[in-house]
C-alpha cells in the first residue's frame, strides 16, 4: 500500500523518532510511506476550546495537504488528532456553512487511522513478535488515552500488539481507563485539576513496578512523563511505535534511543 503519514504537532516538535519508527514499522511490511509536506496542527486544540471559525483555515490546510497526495490510506501516531480529523473536521466545515468543505473533510477522515488500528484492522497485524519481529525485553505498563478509547473507541488493539511484542513484560495498569489530565488546553485552563488527575495516575504506574509507561498519544505520554520526572521517579515513558520498531538487532532503549553497538544513537 502508498501510506501517507500523518506526524501530528508534538511528535514532530517533540518525538521526531516516533515518526520515524512509525515508518520503520510500515516499510518492514513492505509498504511505501509518503509525507505530505503541507501538513500542519489539526485544529484540535481550536476545537476543543470552542474556536470553531479559527478552526476553519486550519482544517482546510490538512484536507488540502493530504488531498495533494496520492495514497491509499493515512496513519498517524496519535488518537487524539486521528479522532479530530474523523470526528471534528466535518463539524467545523459543518459550522461554517461550506457542504463543500464538509465532503471533503468526510473523505480524508475516512482514510485516516491511528496506528493500532492501521496495523491490526488493515494490515492485518496481530503479532508484532513474528510480523514485525518487535523485541523489547522490558517491564512495562500502559496507558490508553481518553480519544483512543472514547472516540475511535480502539478497545484491546494497543494492549494486544504490546503483548505480542518479543521479551516484553506488561503489567495492567489500575485504573487504566482513568485520564491522565492532560486534555490539551485542559492541563493549563485547569492546572490544579489536572495535576490532581496526574498524581492519581502516576501513583498507579509507579505502583506497577514497572520501567516504562507506553500508550498511543505522545502528548499524554508528555504529560505523564513530565509527572513522574517532576516525582524523581526512574519510570519514564515511550510510545507504541517505539516499541514495535524495536528489534533484536537494533533495540530501543527505555528512553527510546536505539542501541548501535551498546551505545545510544538518536
Known amino acids: 500500500m502508498r501510506i501517507a503519514l500523518f506526524a501530528t504537532c ?3 516538535a517533540m518525538y521526531p523518532r516516533t515518526a520515524r519508527a512509525t515508518v520503520a514499522i510500515l516499510e518492514r511490511l513492505g509498504h511505501e510511506v509518503v509525507f505530505p509536506a503541507g501538513q500542519a496542527c489539526c485544529g484540535q486544540m481550536h476545537v476543543n476550546s470552542g474556536y470553531l471559525p479559527e478552526a ?3 482544517v482546510r490546510n490538512h484536507i488540502e495537504a493530504f488531498e495533494s497526495q496520492d495514497y491509499d490510506v493515512a496513519v498517524a501516531p496519535s488518537g487524539s488528532c486521528v479522532a479530530s480529523v474523523k470526528h471534528q473536521h466535518a463539524m467545523v466545515a459543518r459550522s461554517c456553512g461550506d457542504a463543500a468543505l464538509e465532503a471533503r473533510a468526510e473523505a480524508v477522515g475516512a482514510k485516516t487511522y491511528e496506528l493500532s488500528a492501521l496495523l491490526t484492522d488493515v494490515l492485518g497485524v496481530t503479532n ?7 523485541w523489547f525485553p522490558h517491564n512495562v505498563t500502559y496507558h490508553p488515552s481518553c480519544h483512543g478509547m472514547r472516540l475511535l473507541r ?5 494492549l494486544n500488539l504490546l503483548q505480542s511484542v518479543g521479551g516484553i513484560t506488561v503489567q495492567p495498569l489500575p485504573q487504566a481507563d482513568q485520564c491522565c489530565g492532560f486534555g490539551g488546553t485542559f492541563s493549563m485552563k485547569n492546572a490544579d485539576v489536572s495535576t490532581a488527575m496526574l498524581e492519581d495516575k502516576t501513583a498507579n504506574i509507579r505502583a506497577t513496578g514497572a520501567e516504562l509507561c507506553s500508550g498511543g498519544d505522545a502528548s499524554c505520554l508528555l504529560h505523564i512523563g513530565g509527572g513522574l520526572s517532576r516525582e524523581g521517579s526512574s519510570v519514564t515513558t515511550l510510545h507504541l511505535a517505539d516499541i514495535l520498531a524495536s528489534t533484536r538487532e537494533n533495540p530501543v532503549s527505555v528512553t527510546g534511543d536505539v542501541l548501535v ?4 544513537s538518536r
Do not use: F
Open 10 to 12: 508534538i511528535v514532530d
Open 56 to 58: 476553519v483555515p486550519v
Open 128 to 134: 508484532a513478535a513474528e510480523q514485525l519481529g518487535s
Open 154 to 158: 480502539l478497545g484491546d488493539r494497543q
Open 261 to 264: 553497538s551498546g551505545k545510544a
